[in-house]
């Protein structure tokens, strides 16, 4: 019944790793995003993408990169992993037509990066 | 450029007193503003929208474009209503549009 579900929820890691985080929606949205959430709580959005086409890269470095598979999906790949990365990341969903646009969240990924 | 300001990082009352959470924010267009709520341990949540004007679990919030402010109140606050608020402004590009959101406030409210 998650209307927004996340792969793993917790992630530890060490400097110079790549991870991924999966996202998916089941609420036939046509649009989903990453946002990060730092140790300030601070939320800034990374990416959004529209029918599986990428719409904003908010000067996100070139090690992120997302993926998405079909428009139910959106996967959050990052490679060689640095101390500023530990963040929560959020994905989200909506759909762009309406009128006024509701943003439904995933849980977050809590990734620690040692 | 266009932003969204909560000057607050932690507001803290009792149970029963007012709240008010402030909300200011920089748009050259007609804003779309929202309040979100992420309580402890769940995820981010829509509290409510401008254009809907309606009150949920007891708050509001008003438009005033005059002094571009979109703050959140309550006249009772209930210990239940601890958790953290975002603001967040509608940004629209190229006919797609996105939420931009302030730094948050943590509200807690004590018995």
């Known amino acids: 019944d998650t209307a927004v579900s996340q792969t793993p929820k917790y992630l530890v890691t060490q400097m110079g790793n790549d991870k991924s985080i999966k996202c998916e929606q089941n609420l036939g949205h046509d649009t989903m995003y990453w946002y990060k959430q730092d140790s300030k709580k601070f939320l800034k959005i990374m990416f959004s993408?529209?029918?599986?086409?990428?719409?904003i890269n908010e000067t996100v470095p070139n090690r992120f990169s997302p993926k998405s598979p079909d428009k139910a999906h959106l996967n959050l790949h990052i490679n060689s992993l640095e101390l500023g990365d530990s963040a929560v990341y959020f994905c989200?969903?909506?759909?762009?037509?309406?009128?006024?646009?509701?943003?439904?969240f995933g849980e977050g990924s809590r990734l620690t990066v040692l | 450029a266009q932003r969204v300001t909560q000057p607050e990082k932690l507001l803290s009352v009792f149970k029963g007193a007012p709240v008010e959470l402030k909300c200011n924010y920089s748009y050259s267009g007609s804003p779309e503003l929202f309040w979100y709520v992420q309580y402890s341990r769940q995820r981010l949540q829509l509290l409510l929208r401008h254009i809907s004007r309606e009150s949920i679990k007891g708050f509001t919030a008003d438009l005033n474009k005059g002094e571009t402010s979109f703050h959140l109140k309550k006249p009772f606050a209930q210990e239940e209503d601890s958790a953290m608020y975002y603001c967040a402004l509608r940004l629209t590009n190229s006919g797609y549009s996105t939420l931009t959101f302030g730094k948050g406030t943590m509200l807690l409210v004590s018995p």
């Open positions: 989200a969903s909506s759909q762009a037509d309406r009128g006024s646009p509701e943003l439904f």
């Open positions: 993408y529209n029918n599986k086409e990428l719409i």
